[in-house]
Nanobody, 122 residues
Framework: VQLQASGGGLVQAGGSLRLSCAASGFTFSGYFMGWWRQAPGKEREFVSAISWRSSMPYYADSVKGRFTISRENAKNTVYLQMNSLEPEDTAVYYC????????????????WGQGTLVTVSS
């Protein structure tokens, strides 16, 4: 199993970025996929997740209305479109695989990507 996140970078407040996570080595459509982030000195926190079949999205309150998660099962890829970025969104963003519906529980994720750094300047 491999999860390769990309798309991070430096952006000014109010800007946008699109993260991608390319998955391989498993049946992608059979799993919830999630995005998590970890800011310097803080614990890893849930950002968003998407279900396997209906592609139902779930969001943390802090990103609701600004971020959009989507997936393309044919490309084994999950995306995170981030708009109206704020300095508080600065973090390393990780994609991860979950075999259960407990998408806000980090213990439900069994594989994690390497992370991609998002820096939002004020």
């Amino acid at each position: 199993v491999q999860l390769q996140a990309s798309g991070g970078g430096l952006v000014q407040a109010g800007g946008s970025l699109r993260l991608s996570c390319a998955a391989s080595g498993f049946t992608f459509s059979g799993y919830f996929m999630g995005w998590w982030r970890q800011a310097p000195g803080k614990e890893r926190e849930f950002v968003s997740a998407i279900s396997w079949r209906s592609s139902m999205p779930y969001y943390a309150d802090s990103v609701k209305g600004r971020f959009t998660i989507s997936r393309e099962n044919a490309k084994n890829t999950v995306y995170l479109q981030m708009n109206s970025l704020e300095p508080e969104d600065t973090a390393v963003y990780y994609c991860a695989r979950s075999g259960s519906r407990f998408y806000t529980d980090p213990l439900s994720y069994d594989y994690w990507g390497q992370g991609t750094l998002v820096t939002v300047s004020s």
